[in-house]
């Protein structure tokens, strides 16, 4: 029961070509050269189908949105920083691959890698908590995505873990970077980052995007501080019944590190989780990321072969 690309776009009612979401590029693919198998993932500007080439049979993830409603949300510029953040970062282990853009009458497609083995979020909820083994080692390759991220000027602004793939082989993919941010890095004028109207995952969210409607590569860091004390927890620092009561927790720092917690974990995540966003672990101003990869919770990480590593066992 695989549905037709090219048909999936037949809608009643005409729009006007809409000129500011042209993203035509790349070898001339076209809706009709893929079927699409199942939903993958949705969202609310977009539904990601596991695609298959016809002619080759090759497995993709094909990300497609919805002209018409980004345009009446005012989110049409979001599809073209996108496109433009995987055209910078991708190909890269550890970034969602980009293939191929093109687009009909109502439609924008991105043909991504498929990371077969799904959400990282699937496994947080089978196991509760991850073994430390699998914390450092998960941890450790979103440091260096996010480390190869910044380094082009690029802040995803909703790391979590619905947004951590693994493929086939179990190692971590970062994807989803429709609210990401491109950022000057050379006259990034402000410490504390850029105005933003946007506001993420309410776990994961920065106080200073909630105070001070600011971002900067720091909220990406702040959202690996809470990743990673919920992967040895088992539910993220500031989670409070309603996004409100999370909001204000984030705000005051509010959150406690359970007996048990283990000791340099617990110091790595006191590091990160700070109010000012200049007085993070990993930030510019505290080291960079030389200085995050060196705190002693990842003494054992061997930085430059993870990638060739085999992934420590999920449990
Ligand atoms: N869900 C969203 N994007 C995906 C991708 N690239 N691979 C697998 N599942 C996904």
């Not at 949705?42 to 990601?48: D, K, M, R």
């Not at 298959?52 to 009446?72: F, N, P």
């Not at 004390?229 to 999370?246: E, S």
């Not at 340099?264 to 995540?269: N, T, V, Y």
Request: charged content about 25%.
């Amino acid at each position: 029961n695989s549905l037709q690309l090219g048909k999936l776009s037949s809608q009643p009612t005409q729009i006007p070509e809409q000129n500011d979401l042209n993203l035509t590029h790349l070898k001339g693919r076209c809706p009709e050269d893929f079927d699409l198998l199942s939903i993958i993932g949705e969202g609310s500007y977009a539904t990601v189908y596991l695609g298959k080439y016809k002619t080759s049979g090759k497995l993709y993830a094909v990300k497609v949105l919805d002209k018409r409603h980004m345009v009446r949300e005012g989110k049409a510029k979001y599809a073209a920083v996108e496109k433009e953040a995987l055209r910078k970062l991708s190909p890269h282990p550890y970034i969602v691959r980009l293939y191929y853009t093109f687009q009909d009458t109502y439609k924008l497609y991105f043909v991504l890698g498929y990371a077969k083995n799904g959400e990282l979020l699937y496994y947080i909820r089978k196991l509760g908590s991850f073994g430390l083994d699998c914390v450092k080692f998960y941890s450790a390759e979103l440091i260096l995505a996010m480390e190869y991220m910044h380094s082009k000027g690029i802040v995803h602004r909703d790391i979590k873990p619905e947004n951590l793939l693994l493929c086939e082989n179990m190692h971590l993919i970062l994807a989803d970077f429709g609210t990401a941010k491109i950022i000057s890095l050379v006259q990034d004028d402000s410490p504390l980052g850029r105005v933003s109207s946007f506001v993420g995952t309410a776990d994961y969210v920065s106080p200073e995007l909630l105070n001070y409607k600011r971002t900067s590569i720091s909220s990406d860091l702040w959202a690996l501080g809470c990743i990673i004390y919920q992967l040895i927890a088992g539910w993220p620092p500031f989670r409070g019944g309603t996004d409100y009561l999370t909001f204000q927790k984030v705000s005051n720092l509010d959150y406690t590190i359970p007996d048990g917690f283990p000791e340099e974990a617990a110091d790595l995540i006191k590091q990160i989780l700070v109010l000012d966003p200049q007085q993070r672990l990993g930030s510019n101003s505290r080291g960079g990321y030389e200085n995050l990869k060196g705190h002693i919770f990842f003494e054992e990480v061997l930085w430059e072969q993870l990638h060739e590593t085999t992934p420590p066992e999920l449990k």
